[in-house]
């Protein structure tokens, strides 16, 4: 493995978490003494090579044994309070406490969370920004302007942020091969990126994109399908991103494949992966293999050895890491793999605005093989200056100026905000017109453009080496804290939840039916950090997700759904697959549903999703299931049904006297 830096990692783990030592979990016992506890950097010495398998079923048992145990609840007034069930949690999970500096982080630079009672469960990725930050910089946004000596009030530049994302067509290969302009700007934000994610520069170019989805479609646009015909992806749930990837490579002539996922586990059909990975003529091109390194959905998580596989038989091969906790990066071990493509998002404040941007990972020495083409989805990133430029000119001058943004360029401007800091205050000059495409502007307005440069007064060189600096405070803190600390956080957490959604059972039913039912991994110690599931009523009858997520929406709760497609059943599990499988309408195929690709394509489950960001915390859990656990009333959606009606109905009241 290569050198990981200050999170040490035993190489006998094979996610790159450490050997699960026993003082993680407490089943019954108090909590272990100090000279009993062990750390993730002795615990290579201190264990044999088999104690990693051994610990995570030690784990799993210990949370399942201790967390309620022999308990089932069937009312969901018969939970344990916060306080109790934090305890008990605290008990079983004794170096929980070791976390708390994520709860001091939260409560300091995303107050909001707690202002707003808002548990955020809708969305993965990693966080540019902190809510503080950007309250600080639209703080000091006011207090310039109001202090400025501009002729009339400029626009509210607390509501406008720091950059903005611009639209721009070009041709991949030659961008990739040449480069194109870049301001410092974006040269510092590409930096910070790179850094983040221990990608190197010299191995490496990056590109911006809108989204995610962009980045894809600027892989399958630009491959040559022509040459390597296949298209072959892991993915237990259905992807705008991958779908498009699907459809423009088809488009250009490649054959698209699927691993599939055997029910009920959704566990890699891994003998059929094989062969279509593995290729009779060694060496030869074969095509792109898109390999996820764990599913946002269910939070499974997926060997890395099918990536060495699909290398060691021709494939080029792209790693979507966009599903990847924030530090999960340093446990990959990039150097020993090298994808030719990777893909990673951004977005701006967590629970805030999950906008964003993609970014674009190529193997400098697999741009090669690529084919010129025009591509939609790169981006530019916009320095504030010039939007507020624009905003100033439409909103205070009778005659308006040479626009430097298009119309239609403004229109695509996704909202992204920061701070930038440099290690002097000597303002410089406006860029070099080559650089940010800057006409000429009338006298009238250079009062507020002055006024602008005021508020944008971070925008200075560093005088040792003439480059930006740039805050992004959500990456620092991920960045302190560490990929242990993270993952023990988000691992405690998780099984905590799979663990209690499953004691919850419908009262006055033969052995207490399941009122959740989870998909894919459940109690485990190296699931990833999201869930999978469904809520049935007390006859066995799916709630449809979307209802479920409105109703958490009413709690201040924000999850999402998805749809589980590629699955394959066994015959033994025919009858149960009739049952299970739907369209994404919603409609059954009953107990004739066929096992032939393409009715697998078309069919799967749709499901409900929580994901756990590494600020979520364990009221946010209990709150999740404390809201769950209300369907185990056969009352509960007639009642809310009847709630919403009324509430809607005293506002049209109000509103018509």
Not at 77 to 85: F, G, T, V
Not at 306 to 311: G, K, T, Y
């Amino acid at each position: 493995m290569p050198s990981l830096g200050k999170n040490e990692i035993s190489q006998t783990c094979p996610h790159g978490y450490g050997c699960c030592p026993t003082s993680l979990f407490n089943s019954s016992s108090p909590s272990p003494l100090p000279s009993q506890k062990i750390t993730t950097s002795t615990t290579a010495t201190s264990k044999p090579r088999n104690s990693s398998s051994e610990c995570r079923h030690s784990f799993a048992a210990t949370t399942t044994s201790s967390i309620f145990p022999n308990t089932k609840f069937t009312n969901h007034e018969s939970l344990p309070s916060l306080q109790e069930s934090l305890g008990e949690f605290n008990r079983v999970y004794p170096q929980y406490s070791e976390t708390e500096i994520v709860d001091r982080v939260r409560a300091k630079e995303y107050y909001h969370l707690s202002f707003s009672n808002h548990t955020c469960l809708d969305y993965i990725g990693i966080g540019l920004f902190s809510y503080y930050q950007r309250q600080q910089h639209h703080d000091a946004s006011r207090t310039q302007v109001a202090s400025s000596s501009t002729p009339q009030s400029p626009p509210q530049y607390s509501d406008i942020p720091f950059f903005s994302i611009s639209y721009k067509t070009g041709n991949l290969k030659t961008l990739l091969l040449h480069g194109g302009k870049e301001s410092e700007f974006e040269s510092a934000m590409r930096r910070r990126m790179m850094r983040f994610l221990n990608i190197s520069e010299n191995d490496y170019f990056m590109v911006f994109t809108a989204n995610r989805t962009s980045a894809f479609k600027l892989v399958a646009e630009s491959y040559p399908f022509q040459s390597r015909k296949k298209l072959l992806t892991v993915y237990d749930y259905e992807s705008e991103a991958v779908e498009a990837m699907i459809s423009c490579s088809e488009k250009r002539g490649a054959t698209a494949m699927s691993a599939e996922f055997s029910w009920p586990r959704l566990r890699i059909q891994s003998e059929k992966l094989r062969k279509m990975i593995v290729s009779k003529r060694k060496k030869k091109g074969r095509g792109l293999f898109v390999f996820p390194l764990h599913s946002r959905v269910t939070g499974a998580r997926y060997p890395y050895l099918w990536m060495s596989i699909a290398q060691e038989n021709g494939w080029h091969v792209l790693i979507d890491a966009c599903a990847l906790g924030p530090k999960d990066m340093d446990s990959f071990g990039l150097s020993l793999f090298r994808p030719d493509f990777l893909v990673c998002s951004f977005y701006k404040v967590f629970g805030d605005n999950p906008t964003g941007y993609g970014c674009l990972f190529v193997k400098k020495s697999a741009i090669s093989i690529l084919e010129p083409s025009t591509c939609a989805g790169i981006v530019n990133l916009v320095p504030e200056r010039r939007l507020l430029q624009q905003l100033s000119e439409d909103s205070s001058v009778e005659q308006k100026p040479t626009s430097i943004l298009q119309d239609q360029e403004l229109s695509s401007l996704t909202s992204f905000s920061g701070r930038i800091e440099t290690t002097q205050s000597t303002k410089v000059e406006a860029e070099e017109p080559s650089e940010l495409q800057i006409t000429e502007v009338p006298i009238e307005v250079k009062a507020q453009e002055e006024a602008v440069e005021i508020l944008e007064n971070k925008n200075v060189r560093d005088s040792e080496n003439g480059s930006f600096k740039i805050e992004c405070r959500c990456l620092d803190q991920v960045d302190s804290l560490g990929l242990v600390l993270i993952t023990n956080r988000t691992r405690y957490l998780i099984n905590w939840l799979v663990n209690s959604m499953l004691k919850l059972k419908h009262p006055n039913t033969q052995g207490g039916v399941p009122l959740v039912k989870i998909y894919g991994p459940k109690i485990k110690f190296d699931r990833g950090p999201a869930l999978a599931f469904n809520v049935f009523d007390w006859k066995g009858e799916k709630i449809e997700p979307v209802l479920v997520q409105k109703l958490a929406d009413r709690s201040n709760i924000s999850l999402s759904y998805g749809f589980l497609h590629h699955i394959w059943f066994a015959d033994k599990y025919a009858e149960e697959k009739g049952r299970v499988l739907q369209t994404k309408e919603g409609r059954s195929q009953g107990v004739n549903a066929s096992n032939k690709k393409k009715d697998r394509d078309n069919l799967g489950v749709t499901v409900v999703t929580a994901a756990l960001s590494f600020l979520a915390n364990f009221e946010d859990m209990y709150k999740l299931w404390a809201f769950v656990a209300k369907f185990l009333d056969a009352d509960f959606v007639e009642k809310e049904r009847w709630r919403y009606t009324s509430l809607n109905q005293k506002t049209v009241q109000v509103l018509i006297p």
